[in-house]
């Protein structure tokens, strides 16, 4: 039984390391018109594990999974070159009837 116990934390750990955090733009909140929810989510991660992941977390179908990748810019200020990281973000399209507050914590 404590075994169970342990293994369902590791999955819960891993969960919330793949959902970042949610992406708050206009074009994501006409998303939401249309029940899709965008999430910022690692470079590695992956279209099962995106939706294993916001099903287990927020007890919600999902229909399907977009990801798209960001490339980084090179910015310059004061001269000095910088360089901005990669970002993922991952669509996901809920059941019809199912919807997520990305206002509140999970």
């Known amino acids: 039984m404590a075994a169970k116990k342990k293994e369902n934390a590791q999955v819960a750990e891993w969960m919330y ?3 970042r955090s949610p992406v708050v733009t206009e074009k994501s909140t006409r998303g939401s018109e249309h029940g899709q929810v965008t999430f910022k ?5 992956t279209k099962p594990q995106v939706k294993a992941a916001v099903e287990a977390l927020f007890k919600v179908k999902v229909k399907g999974v977009n990801t ?3 490339k980084g810019k090179t910015k310059v200020f004061k001269g000095i070159k910088a360089f901005r990281s990669d970002v993922k973000k991952a669509i996901v399209t809920l059941e019809p009837g199912q919807t997520i507050d990305v206002g509140t914590g999970v």
Do not use: C, F, S
């Open 17 to 19: 390391e793949i959902i």
């Open 41 to 45: 989510v690692p470079t590695t991660a």
């Open 68 to 70: 798209l990748t960001t």
